[in-house]
Structures are given as C-alpha cells and as structure tokens.
C-alpha cells in the first residue's frame, strides 16, 4: 500500500507541503486532525500534556473536540461525548482502530497523509515513506505567523498548545512519544530549507522508496 505520513510541529508548514507532495505525485490528501483550532478547543497545556496521568476533565475534552472532527472516521452524525465524559483507555483504542482503518483504505490507492498519528499507524507498511517536519521554536513561530496569517504574539500563543495537543494525541492513542526518531524514515528543517524543498525532497525519496511499476528497485 503506497503513500506518504507526515508528521510536523506547529509552523514547520505541514499544511503547504503535504499538499505539494500530493500534488506532485497525484495522490490524494489526508488532513491533520489536530489543527490550531482544535488545540485550542482542547485548552491543552504543557503540564497536562507532558504529565505521567491524564484528568479525566482533559480526556473527556480530547474526545468530545476530536470525534465530530473524524467524519467518516466516526461515522458521519456520530454525537459528541460530553465534556466530562468518563472516557478512557478502551475509547482510545476504539477511535485509533477506526481512524486506522480510514488511513489505510486511503492508502490501499496511494494517499499523503497529514498528523493523525499516520506515521505509527502505518509504521509497517513498508511503501509508505514517514517524515517528519522539525525546526528552532523561535523560527517556527516566525513561520506559523507567515503560514497562518496571524501576527507573531497570536502565532507564540499558539505553538506551545498545538505542539502539546499534537503530542498528546499520538501519546494518548500510541503511548508514545511523535518525536521518536525510529518513526521516521526522513526529518527534515522545514525552517532553513525553503517549503517548496522540502516537499521535493520527500517526492525524491518517496519515488527511491517506491519506484515505479516496472523500474528496478534502487540499491540500499
């Protein structure tokens, strides 16, 4: 099953190059679930996030901002848990087998892949190609401002509580951590090297990864 995840903290531009990828290899696109707005619908901060237990105020609130979000991953019309639903370990384990279960029917045809924890879902799946996105806060704060349009106070606001819903999101659903390097095939500073780069350079090693039909495999 061919395809492209990328995974991308706040302002390293996932949004402007998973589109490109999908572009250039004329797959279709799959969205992030956690956006700046979602996160902030969630009020994660970094304690809750980067602490050992988990309030059930906090799950309660991932699931019921994450399940109108999935669509067809939930189900079209599925209700919102309330916010202080008791939802625990078997909720998460039954929205990433359904979420799971849509990323891999995109994938079947080829697809590119946004967050939703696609690089732990598909980690062995051995045509698909996992990148991740990184850069320095300070230059991915300047760049979130330029990608989202808002000015750099809002975009500095925003950094900490999406990178941290981001985090939980993986860590809830995967218990692990987004940053492990064994995820990822390709990391790339998406805050040095132009966008426009970056989205080439995971085309080049996703076409070395997968060549064509009927071209012989590259040597490894």
């Known amino acids: ?75 079209a019309g599925t209700d919102a848990a309330p916010p202080d639903a008791d ?13 799971e279960r849509l990323m891999k029917e995109a994938i079947s045809t080829g697809a590119v892949i946004l967050g939703r ?12 190609l996992r990148v991740r996105l990184f850069g320095d806060v300070e230059r991915r704060i300047a760049q979130g401002a330029i990608v989202e349009g808002v000015d750099e106070s809002t975009a500095r606001a925003r950094q900490p509580e999406v990178d941290a819903a981001r985090r939980l999101y993986f860590r809830k659903l995967y218990h692990d951590d987004i940053d492990q390097l064994t995820y990822y095939h390709l990391q790339l500073d998406s805050t040095v090297l132009p966008l426009a780069t970056c989205a080439d350079i995971i085309v080049t090693a996703y076409r070395a990864l997968v060549p064509p039909a009927g071209d012989p495999p590259s040597p490894r």
């Not at 619908?41 to 809750?48: P, S």
């Not at 309030?55 to 939930?74: E, T, Y």
């Open 117 to 128: 924890g696609g690089t732990a879902a598909l980690r062995n799946e051995p045509s698909v």
């Open 87 to 99: 939802l625990g370990w078997d909720d998460a384990d039954t929205f990433r087998e359904q979420a």
């Open 1 to 75: 099953m061919p395809g492209v995840t990328i995974s991308a903290a706040y302002g390293c531009g996932g949004a402007i190059v998973a589109p490109a990828v999908a572009e250039q290899l004329g797959m279709p696109l799959l969205d992030r679930a956690i956006s700046s707005a979602v996160a902030s619908q969630l009020h994660v901060t970094l304690q809750e996030a980067e602490g050992a237990e988990l309030k059930r105020s906090l799950v309660g609130r991932f699931f019921s901002v994450l399940a109108p979000l999935a669509g067809g991953v939930l189900g």
